[in-house]
């Protein structure tokens, strides 16, 4: 009889030679690493708000910032009456940059409050999209390899109770609890198998779900990104092309100044205190000045004579008589190239005056040009001067002898030579002796007190005690020159009228003749 095979449970001997049972393969890493990703994309976002609210707080501060460099600039124009007030000018500059300066200041107050209302807006929501998104992850995906990972222990610790007593099995020869018999647990392992692959399942479906929807969340973040981004330029790209637009008017308004511009209108301004330069230019002998016509200022004679020097002989300058009475050197006439102070000055009142011989005529007194100190410190000189003709000799001296008075004048012959104080010395070393007349004879020594000489007594006749007039009469101005007179020890008036005190000149006690010294 043939037996017929009945029907039993098949078991898939084949179930672990493909895969494991339990494979090693954790189901959370693809869920931890999903989970990772949108921590970074969350991140990244972050970055992006930060850098937008920092560039938001730039503007912010440009702003201030911009205020302040309007305060340099606030202020009118110091002397700004120079400027033309009128649009094209200096003036209209500075208007067109406070006014620009103002607009940078405001657009970008304005470029912080669009980037604070609409940028940043955008990716606070991406922000809390992402955050949702993770929680959605965590909370389904998560929960599901939890379920595969607990059905897994559950799988493994039938199999290892299957090898457990499939070894007991072998050892005992078959005698086992109908509890323990391996056919059961073996169908034991097969359904807990069954149930830990539903749930591995399950899990990969859910996992793939979020796996497949990560490419559209990264499009969306990318999208928004881009968004964001367009926005950030709009407001801060707008603000960027306005401030150049300001700068660039700036530049023009600069630009479009004519260069004549300020300096025409200064002139029509100004056109009574600027110098015309079609005016003349001045001219010292159309320029009047108070006092410029005084008698005072009009010589009695001027022109160029020659005066003796002790070691280089005779040389020109240029001399003045003046209503003052002084008789002044000068090297020449020439008002311009220096200041034309003299080089000699004689006061004629305290002089004596020589007479005429041919050309020439002497000076003997003291250069007053060096000031009160200098002057009474100086020493009686007598000068020879040379006169171009002796026609000019004569008017010369004529006038010289009218400024300094009749009693100064040596020539007379109703005299003898007036006397000086001060010890008169020959510095050319060049004059022959002085000739007198043979019929004279030596006035006596005095030996009594001189009265003393009125006022109005003229040095011309020098009287003695007695009355006696020595009647010494020279026949030259040379006499005068070589007259050596010493005045009486503390006996004597002083020499010399001056224009300080009036006095007139006083005469020497005694008065030697020629040839006794």
């Not at 807006?121 to 599901?144: C, M, N, Y």
């Not at 199999?159 to 457990?164: A, D, M």
């Not at 205190?273 to 230019?281: E, G, N, Q, R, T």
Request: glycine share 10%.
């Amino acid at each position: 009889m043939t037996e017929k095979s009945l029907p039993h449970r098949g078991t898939n001997t084949s179930l672990g030679s493909d895969e494991d049972a339990v494979p090693d393969v954790d189901p959370s890493n693809t869920s931890g690493l999903l989970l990772e990703r949108l921590q970074a994309w969350k991140h990244a976002c972050g970055y992006l708000e930060n850098y937008i609210t920092a560039i938001e707080k730039v503007h912010k501060t440009h702003a201030k910032e911009y205020e302040k460099i309007l305060k340099s600039v606030s202020d009118p124009l110091k002397e700004g009456h120079h400027f033309d007030q009128a649009l094209g000018g200096i003036a209209g500059l500075f208007e067109n940059i406070r006014t620009n300066t103002t607009g940078i200041a405001n657009s970008h107050l304005e470029t912080e409050k669009n980037l604070k209302g609409s940028v940043l807006p955008i990716l606070g929501r991406l922000h809390a999209e992402i955050k949702h998104k993770a929680k959605e992850l965590s909370s389904g995906a998560v929960k599901g390899s939890k379920s595969v990972d607990k059905a897994r222990n559950v799988t493994q610790k039938h199999i290892e109770l299957l090898g457990q007593h499939t070894a007991t099995f072998s050892s005992s020869g078959g005698k086992l609890d109908s509890s323990n018999d391996p056919y059961v647990i073996q169908r034991g392992v097969n359904h807990r198998l069954h149930k830990q692959v539903i749930e591995e399942n399950n899990n990969r479906h859910d996992l793939l779900a979020v796996q497949d929807s990560f490419q559209q969340f990264e499009a969306h973040l990318i999208q928004t990104f881009q968004q964001a981004m367009a926005a950030f330029l709009q407001n801060v790209g707008g603000q960027a092309e306005r401030q150049k637009a300001m700068y660039s008017d700036m530049v023009a308004t600069t630009q479009g100044i004519p260069l004549d511009f300020e300096w025409r209108g200064f002139v029509h301004r100004n056109n009574s205190i600027l110098i015309d330069p079609a005016a003349p230019k001045r001219d010292v002998s159309r320029i009047s000045f108070p006092n410029q016509d005084h008698a005072s200022t009009k010589p009695l004679i001027a022109g160029t004579l020659e005066r003796k020097h002790a070691l280089k002989g005779y040389s020109t300058s240029y001399y003045v008589v003046t209503p003052s009475k002084y008789f002044h050197e000068f090297k020449d006439d020439d008002d311009i190239r220096k200041d034309p102070l003299p080089d000699i000055s004689l006061y004629l009142p305290d002089c004596i005056i020589g007479a005429t011989n041919g050309v020439q005529f002497n000076i003997k007194g003291k250069d007053a040009s060096k000031g009160k100190v200098g002057g009474a410190l100086a020493m009686s000189h007598e000068f020879s001067f040379k006169a171009h003709t002796p026609a000019d000799a004569e008017r010369w001296s004529g006038i010289i002898r009218e400024a300094a008075g009749p009693g100064n004048y040596s020539g007379e012959l109703s005299g003898s030579v007036p006397a000086s104080p001060v010890e008169s010395r020959n510095f050319s070393g060049q004059q022959a002796p002085p000739q007198y007349q043979e019929n004279k004879t030596a006035a006596p020594i005095q030996t009594q007190r001189l009265p003393q000489v009125q006022p109005g007594q003229t040095s011309g006749t020098v009287a003695s005690a007695g009355g006696y007039n020595s009647g010494v009469t020279p026949h030259s101005a040379e006499f005068a020159q070589h007259a050596h007179v010493t005045p009486i020890g503390g006996g004597g008036l002083p020499s010399g009228g001056s224009p300080a005190t009036g006095a007139p000149p006083a005469t020497s006690g005694i008065e030697r003749a020629p040839g006794q010294y």
